[in-house]
């Protein structure tokens, strides 16, 4: 049987499917590599290893957020049930220099970045574990899990995770990139929630991190992504949710400065309360023009707690959703507005709270908007996120992380937020180019006000962006001392090309 697996996958990764002949064509080097490589993985691994021609890889690589992701072609997916199987791939792979990638919910908007072209995809989909403690304080969770469903185990037991914002993002790369939600205020980021880190290395060995065991892993992987190894379970603190106030209201263009003075202030508040989580949208599509909107969500089931009055006074309001429900009914909310499918593109960049910079961003942002009118189906928008300083209180009551985010200013930051969608591939050139210039433009615009901050968010980053550089030179090196000694022959930055590198 186990040879069979391997002669169909080895014909399948060096031919594809619906091909006559496996001599019809000559593969590339890096096919008959990655042939080789899938070959070997079913020595071990045998059925986990599904080949191009095979359901199980079909669903795997059609199944990304990103339609760019969808159209690279590994020679073959290891369906990963187990930390076990992932060790037993790295100990085949390493040797062999075989290059790889890992996809945990595969809600990345790069191409590459979860997944490869001619090489072999780990998919963690798989792993899913939910799994409370005795008095629900931790939860351990499987990279595989989107927010979602974490969400809607947790609301049942009246607890949550900071987790990320979207039900559909993935819990892997969203908690070792940072992880940014909601409640960040009131919690912290997620990363600095996890208490520990199973972890697979290079060589294959399977370890812990956490603060009282392989602590430099532990604080590295607090949003050093993947450059130390493949992280299979993550034990999360939790904190105690039952139902929320939030939704969106939609604004006319008219109603800019209100909404600028309105987030200044809520960001500036020196008294804030940490159970309110607030965005403010510029947006465009094609069918509604350029319109304003606000996302508001508060810990409890509180409508229009006074936090959110400065924002819900705001006059011309054109339509509302705010409502009392579940975080995970509120997550997936999502689902609507950024479905999968669509060709993706993402990117962001932090400068002080000014109301003149925000102003100034406005107009860079529609001023972009004749850059990409006419794009079949696009949709254009920038979020703008509070970092307030009880953030920076929660990263050190809680051992800290390696952003870089340790002192935010009395008034706060802005994490700015560039989305964009759009259908057709033949637009892609046209939209990335849009998208170089308004984020050019941003960064020119805020250096020259003097409010510019180097932290980039890497769970938004562009290719083209250096989120580790933004951490800091002193949080660089740590990840760079941290790299050498977990993996001393660069396995990670080398063989597995996806993600932001050391």
């Known amino acids: 049987m186990v040879n069979l697996v391997v002669s169909s996958l080895l014909t399948a990764a060096l031919i594809g499917c619906g091909v006559a002949s496996p001599v019809a064509e000559r593969p590339s080097t890096a096919a008959a590599a990655g042939a080789s490589c899938c070959k070997a993985l079913a020595d071990v691994l045998g059925s986990k290893i599904a080949s191009k021609c095979s359901p199980g890889y079909t669903n795997s690589i059609q199944s990304y957020w990103a339609k760019q992701e969808t159209q690279l072609s590994p020679s073959c997916v290891l369906l990963a049930t187990s930390a076990d199987d992932v060790s037993q791939a790295l100990r085949v792979l390493v040797p062999s220099s075989c290059k790889f990638a890992v996809r945990g919910g595969g809600h990345g ?50 607890v949550s995770v900071p987790g990320g914002r979207d039900g559909p993002v993935g819990v892997g790369g969203s908690t070792t990139g940072g992880g940014f939600g909601y409640f960040a205020a009131k919690a912290g980021f997620t990363a600095e929630n996890v208490a520990a880190y199973q972890v697979v290395l290079a060589n294959g060995s399977i370890t812990t991190a956490s603060s009282q065991e392989n602590r430099d892993l532990w604080m590295s992987l607090k949003g050093g992504s993947s450059n130390f190894g493949i992280v299979t379970r993550f034990t999360v603190r939790t904190f105690p949710l039952g139902q929320i106030w939030g939704g969106d209201s939609y604004y006319p263009v008219s109603s800019l400065n209100a909404h600028i003075k309105a987030l200044y202030d809520f960001t500036a508040e020196p ?65 609507l507005k950024t479905p999968a499918g669509y060709q993706q593109l993402t990117w962001s960049v932090t400068f002080n709270n000014n109301v003149d910079m925000l102003k100034d961003l406005w107009n860079a942002f529609n ?125 990670f930055q080398t063989l597995m090309p996806g993600g932001f590198k050391l």
């Open 109 to 158: 908007p790069i191409a590459g970045i979860a997944n490869i072209q001619d090489g072999v995809t780990i998919d963690l989909s798989a792993l899913r574990e939910i799994t409370p403690n005795g008095d629900k304080t931790l939860v351990s969770l499987g990279p595989g899990l989107n927010w979602a469903s974490v969400y809607k185990k947790l609301d049942a037991l009246g």
């Open 271 to 335: 008294d804030y309360d940490v159970d309110a989580g607030y965005f403010l949208n510029y947006a465009y599509t094609a069918s509604s023009g350029p319109v304003i909107t606000n996302r508001v969500a508060y810990a409890k089931p509180v409508v229009n707690p006074p936090a959110f009055r400065g924002i819900t006074s705001v006059p011309g309001q054109l339509q509302n959703t705010t409502t009392i429900l579940s975080l995970a009914e509120f997550s997936n909310q999502a689902l």
């Open 367 to 491: 001023s972009s908007i004749s850059t990409i009118k006419g794009v079949y189906n696009a949709t254009w928008s920038l979020t703008l996120e509070p970092l307030v300083p009880k953030i920076a209180s929660q990263t050190k009551a809680k051992g800290g992380n390696v952003l870089g985010l340790d002192d935010i200013p009395s008034e706060g930051l802005i994490l700015c937020l560039l989305s964009a969608t759009w259908v057709s591939a033949n637009d892609s050139p046209r939209m990335n180019v849009a998208s170089d210039m308004l984020l050019s433009s941003i960064i020119r615009i805020a250096k020259s006000r003097g409010v510019y901050h180097r932290y980039v968010d890497m769970n938004h980053a562009i290719k083209s962006q250096d989120p580790i550089d933004g951490f800091g030179p002193t949080n660089a090196a740590f990840l760079r001392q941290t790299a050498n000694r977990f993996d001393p022959n660069r396995v």
